[in-house]
């Protein structure tokens, strides 16, 4: 059962779930699992490894996946970006970092444009510089959140921006009375078993996340 959000029309996907575009473990292989079982996959660029990540590209096939970036990374690797917009994925996403270096080659590329952000301040300027999509991250989410909870920050990226899509991001759930359009998952893959290569999430790996809780989750920092 297929279910219409504004988020589901905009990516031409069945179910609004994307994959988060975890470095390495968000594969090609990975993306393409999701982009065909009706969600959006995104290949995770990362830290930018141009040689893996056009194998990854080739592994996807003709799946409808996407591409994620860290921003301050590719600001130091521009051809890898184009070496992505070359092949015309469906959007891109940025997370982390200053978007206006990127947003109108991406936007003239004709893909969308995905922005992850973890404050309203960051919300507004990816909207201004034409942002189709928001994932608003919360401090719950895999580590990378800064000081926001996850349940009170999207409601007030929805009220802040109404006219944009925002996925939830870290530890969702239901997020208040708000009709979010969508669910942006990272870790919650790999720990039920989905399609990571053994190498990259090794069923240790996968029983650790298992027993963990939320409380123990560890924040690390990245220069935004």
Known sequence: MSISTRLTELLRIEHPILLAPMDIISDGRFAATVSRAGGFGIIGGGYGDETWLARELDAAGDARVGVG???????KRPRLLDSVLERRPPAVMLSFGDVRPHAQKI???DALLICQIQTLGQAKAAVAND???????????GGHGISRSTFPFVPAVVDAVPHIP??????????????????YCGT??????AAARPNYCSIKMKKRIAMQQPARTVISTLPL
């Open 131 to 141: 942002a189709d999509i928001l994932v608003a991250q919360g401090a719950e989410g």
């Open 188 to 193: 919650a893959f790999p720990k039920n078993g």
């Open 69 to 75: 970036f860290i921003t301050w990374s590719i600001a």
């Open 107 to 109: 936007k003239k590329s």
């Open 166 to 183: 925002v996925v939830a991001a870290g530890h969702v759930g239901t997020c208040g009375r708000r009709r979010i359009p969508a669910a």
